[in-house]
């Protein structure tokens, strides 16, 4: 790790290539790993990330204008703020909420 951070802007380019590489990465783990869960909600302001494929059976992806009941906040692109909304996606079963930061 210590490389990454050592060599200026090219570590830096080198830390957001790394981040990129996150969701989808954490989605293989869980495809791998965690078969038992069968659906993934991934909350976003009305984008889908070109790399998902929404074809997959259990992705959904949930847009913020759909789970804040105040649309006058949005956009809001605060973690915290948008996980205080999360119990508004409607879920059968244990809801598992994943963060990561691209």
Known sequence: MRQLLDDGEQGAERIAALRSQTPPAVLRSL???APFIRNIHIV???QTPA???TDAAGIQIVDHKDIFS???VLPV???HAIETQ???IPV???FI???WLT
């Open 86 to 88: 999360l119990h508004h």
């Open 31 to 33: 495809e791998m790993y």
């Open 77 to 79: 692109f605060n973690s």
């Open 97 to 99: 909420a994943v963060r």
């Open 92 to 94: 059968k079963g244990v």
């Open 70 to 72: 105040d649309p006058d």
């Open 51 to 53: 790399w998902l494929n």
């Open 44 to 46: 976003t302001d009305g």
